[in-house]
């Protein structure tokens, strides 16, 4: 059996990146250009992919099985995936499908992979224009988490981490809310996070209950995503939909205005760039709703998670 | 979450084949011609798919994801298969990553299905010449059994089901040997095998023990199907590969003469067509051997189903 790990255990805070195990490499090529020395001590087959969403598609899924099938990797061999959320959950994917599952440890390079998108066993690809349309539950055996990696990263890179770790914050009080939206986090904090997400996806891996919550701001985010054509980022988009969800709930009633304030007064802390507040000035909310129709996470009603009261909850709006 | 089932209830026996639940259905294109009037009673969206190892490809998964959108399948909802193996594998891998999975039917057509193909959660497609390279675990929520549809299965698509059949009958001693090569078995006797394969895949889902052992034949089986381009159907080629794992077990000492007499005179009842046995008598072993070493049963050493003593067991070959 492939050694897939939905606990706590799974995850390892690396300060100094230990030499992986016998397997086969896959990585950011941009990140092989940072941490030269790195890579190229690893004795192992690498294969360098592009990072970013448009790079997240059946095609680089077929050039990871094809690179997979020239080094003769077994089941019971190691991928060893190093880059952000689109190359982890791209790789993951391909680790899932091939031999029916080979073993995948993760390295995530971004601070949004290490505490959310490398987290949990969700592994896919856009399709179609839609985003994650195909993908698996395959949770890695191991997950990586080296702070290093962060010291290179962009400070537009670094909020879109900073925005899921606001979204766990304002569903779960005992995680504390983020001090700014562009320095890095510490080490010790990134953790926490990455272990708080990892308990819920070990409570309920497939999304039927406290899962789902983690999805605050993602139906609209996602449909954002998919309607700017990943013009606006993963993160800034879960935050300007966490502010859409909150304003939805004002308006249908769920939430009392002090509530509403509330919440908007800790979402002010994110500091959008100025090309995000511009596209959703014009955005026309119809074309939105369309999209987010078929987002995956709806039922047969459409099904939100929304502020209710003091709480977030699921929210099933007929028809 | 998605209801797959391993457990022996998700196996149904159904005599005259009921109306389905809402879903979408995918059939075979001849299965369709030949019981017009129960499809076109069907008021489901229906995908017609060519069967055969040709068409078990990543294109082919590709048309049923397009298919799955423009009918904006949800993960809740059910996909109906109609088909013998090759159907009922390709459907079910795309089921299984549409979405990160959703529910799923299947409704084999063949014997070789029933009995076998679809009992157990392996789902998959061909690539770059190898068999069943892509593909995940993801048991069927259900499986109806409908023996009518063996009525208007060629003699040549019994004996491949009747292949399966002799090869659980070699393993297990509960399990009979079947009367002919040619002639249709009861009903009872199909659920009776489909059930006894759903048993062992329940204690050993992936691969790690006892369902290790459904694989004698195949080993040597899968290489001949490859090699030969599937000219050499699966039933055929996973018997031709139990006389060559006989053979083996005799040159390397596993066996006596006389059990070696013994299983092949059990396997000299099924009745190969002239041109398989004229293909395996020119046949090249070493080139064989090459294709079962990138087979995906195997580990860092060559590992082989054999016959051991009286037994048949999983045998390592060092390199």
New interface residues.
């Given amino acids: ?2 050694r897939q790990n939905l606990s706590p255990e799974a995850l390892e805070l690396q300060p100094i990146l230990k030499h992986p195990e016998q397997g086969l490499v896959v990585a950011d090529r941009v990140l092989k250009d940072l941490y030269p020395e790195f890579f190229s001590c690893l004795n192992f087959p690498l294969l360098l992919l592009d990072a970013g969403e448009d790079a997240k598609t ?1 095609a680089s899924v ?1 050039i990871l ?2 690179f997979f ?1 020239a080094n ?1 990797l ?3 061999e190691i991928v060893h995936v190093f880059g952000g959320g689109t190359i982890c959950d791209t790789a993951a ?1 391909a680790a ?6 080979c073993r995948l440890h993760l390295y995530p390079s971004t601070l949004l992979a290490m505490v959310d998108a490398a987290i949990g066993g ?3 690809v856009n ?2 224009g ?1 985003k ?6 395959y949770p890695a055996e191991r997950i990586v988490i080296h702070p290093d990696f962060l010291k290179t990263l962009a400070r537009d890179e670094i909020r879109q981490g900073i925005a899921e770790m606001l979204k766990l914050a304002i569903l779960f009080p005992e995680i504390p809310i983020p001090d700014s939206c562009e320095d890095l986090p510490h080490a010790e904090d990134i953790l926490r996070h990455a272990l708080y997400k990892m308990s819920i996806c070990q409570i309920d ?4 209950s406290e899962r789902m919550l983690l999805n605050f701001g993602h139906s609209f985010g996602h449909a954002l995503e998919t309607k700017s054509e990943y013009q606006i980022r993963h993160g800034d988009a879960v935050v300007m939909g966490m502010i859409m969800a909150c304003d939805l709930s004002l308006q249908m009633g769920f939430i009392s205005r002090e509530r509403h304030a509330e919440l908007r007064n800790i979402l002010s802390g994110y500091e959008f760039p100025a090309s995000v507040l511009a596209y959703v000035k014009n955005l026309d909310m119809d074309e939105l709703l369309v999209i987010m ?2 987002d ?1 996470k ?3 009603a459409m099904r939100l998670i929304l502020p209710v009261g003091k709480e977030i909850k699921l929210v099933e709006l007929s028809e």
């Fill in positions: 059996m492939n059946i077929q099985y094809d099938l003769k077994r089941r019971s994917f899932s499908s091939y031999k029916r599952g969700k592994t896919g399709y179609s839609f994650n349309q195909i993908g698996t539950f891996p497939y999304d039927g129709e078929q995956k709806s039922g047969s």
